[in-house]
Antibody, heavy 117, light 110 residues
Framework: QVQLQESGPGLVKPSETLSLTCTVS?????????WGWIRQPPGKGLEWIGS???????YCNPSLKSRVTTSVDTSKNQFSLKLSSVTAADTAVYYC??????????WGQGTLVIVSS | QSALTQPPSASGSPGQSVTISCTGT?????????VSWYQQHPGKAPKLMIY???KRPSGVPDRFSGSKSGNTASLTVSGIQAEDEADYYC??????????FGGGTKLTVL
């Protein structure tokens, strides 16, 4: 059974870089799945951030493209997200999830990241 | 890419059927059979309810069903129950490794 768990700082200062890691258990990250990041601002809807293949090929939301970096660490069975130059608008619950063509399942429990000085 | 359009709210009495729409374009919903639906209870992570327009993952009750016509997809909950009260989000593959979500619909069981 695949399980995912996000980790990272809960508070990031404006203009700095948000860094999150998703640890996958019960499944090898090197296998067939791709892996994704989704966020949800407080009281708002879901927004796809980006996804990355098991081989490390990444792709992301065009609206965030210049600020997003994704990576995979197969030795730790983890994948990561970096979002640069954050502002208050980046305050959200960040979820990681396994991605098959067209859908995300399962999801991690989510982690709240607040951007504030 | 723009978010898919969902009604902000829907409601029904226990036992009734409710349908939630999700409207996109020919570049996303209309162009691919990769529409999925997610249920989210307050404070919880989204849960996949429907994938590839009308397929149910194991464990999802068969009262949940999906369909698509043109650029609009729909989620129908037949015989709604109290535990179905939640937010529902549609999503679609949008080509070129892009993905888009709908704005979400709050389902209230009266």
């Amino acid at each position: 059974q695949v399980q995912l768990q996000e980790s990272g700082p809960g508070l990031v200062k404006p203009s700095e870089t948000l860094s999150l890691t998703c640890t996958v258990s019960g499944y090898s990250i090197s296998s067939v799945y791709h892996w994704g990041w989704i966020r949800q601002p407080p009281g708002k809807g879901l927004e796809w951030i980006g996804s990355i293949s098991h081989s490390g090929s990444g792709y992301c939301n065009p609206s965030l493209k210049s600020r997003v970096t994704t990576s995979v660490d197969t030795s730790k069975n983890q994948f990561s997200l970096k979002l640069s130059s954050v502002t208050a608008a980046d305050t959200a619950v960040y979820y990681c999830a396994a991605y098959s063509t067209g859908w995300f399942d399962p999801w991690g429990q989510g982690t709240l990241v607040i951007v504030s000085s | 890419q723009s978010a898919l359009t969902q009604p902000p709210s829907a409601s029904g009495s226990p036992g009734q059927s409710v349908t939630i729409s999700c409207t996109g374009t020919s570049s996303d919903v209309g162009g691919y059979n990769y529409v999925s639906w997610y249920q989210q209870h307050p404070g919880k992570a989204p849960k996949l309810m429907i994938y590839e327009v009308n397929k149910r993952p194991s464990g999802v009750p068969d009262r949940f069903s999906g369909s698509k016509s043109g650029n609009t997809a729909s989620l129908t909950v037949s015989g709604i129950q109290a535990e179905d009260e939640a937010d529902y989000y549609c999503s679609s593959y949008a080509g070129s490794n892009n993905f888009v979500f709908g704005g979400g619909t709050k389902l209230t069981v009266l």
